[in-house]
């Protein structure tokens, strides 16, 4: 059981959460990477989709610390990604004008990306983190994976440090260069990841409407 001030403490937590985007050099000591593993994997997932027995265990993670030869190559593919989806994009809007609308801020950002030269939270971060989820059915893998990521995101914030999502890692799963860099099948996970190190900043708690404010109780 719980007392009065364990929901205190989570509401600190939950209200303390930011995405980080600027980290220090300082690297911090891989017991807190554990840690938040740890609270990743205690995050719920899809058990009617993903059961069966006879493989290794359907969630998986990746730890890439900065300046390593693996962070490097997983650099370049993921650069690689964003200039092709950037490309496919362009040429939707081309092909359909009245795509632009709905589309050009996302375009924007990758193009963005592109210009800066690197994947943010990819080497600018003193880790970079994939998760991989198991394939099963219904196709619930990125859901599971942005339930597991919120329970590491939670963790990180706890210990005082950033986090931030590196959500074209979610392109990444059929991606046959990838996968052999992760030494995993492709087309078999789902991915997403993340970065996590000392924040430049603490950032102020977000601002968020009052729940009575979008929350309409039905009779
Ligand atoms: C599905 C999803 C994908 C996201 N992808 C990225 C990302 O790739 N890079 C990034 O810096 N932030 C990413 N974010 C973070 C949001 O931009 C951020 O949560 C939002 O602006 C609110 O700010 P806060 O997290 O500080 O409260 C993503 C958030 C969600 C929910």
């Not at 989806?85 to 092909?95: C, G, I, R």
């Not at 996302?106 to 939270?121: D, H, S, T, W």
């Not at 959500?167 to 789902?190: H, N, W």
């Amino acid at each position: 059981m719980f007392d009065d001030s364990s929901g205190t403490v989570l509401d600190e937590i939950i209200n303390a959460r930011r995405t980080y985007r600027i980290f220090r050099p300082g690297v911090p000591p891989a017991v807190h990477i554990g840690g938040i593993i740890q609270a990743g994997l205690a995050a719920p997932f899809a058990a009617a989709a993903v059961g069966g027995k006879g493989h290794e265990y359907f969630r998986q993670f990746f730890v890439f610390p900065r300046g390593s030869r693996d962070l490097v190559i997983a650099g370049g593919l993921l650069m690689q990604k964003v200039h092709m989806m950037a490309e496919e994009l362009e040429m939707q809007m081309k092909n359909n004008p009245s795509l632009r609308p709905k589309v050009e801020p996302f375009y924007c950002r990758l193009e963005m990306i592109r210009k800066a030269g690197v994947v943010p939270g990819v080497e600018t971060a003193p880790y970079y983190i994939v998760v991989a989820e198991r394939k099963g059915y219904p196709p619930v893998e990125q859901q599971s994976l942005a339930h597991c990521l919120e329970n590491m995101w939670l963790k990180a914030t706890s210990l005082n440090l950033g986090f931030q999502l590196v959500s074209v890692t979610g392109q990444m799963g059929p991606d046959p260069e990838f996968c052999r860099l992760l030494g995993i099948q492709p087309d078999v996970f789902e991915l997403n990841g993340c970065a996590v190190g000392y924040y430049q900043e603490q950032l102020p708690p977000s601002i968020r409407p009052p729940a009575e404010l979008v929350t309409r109780w039905m009779e």
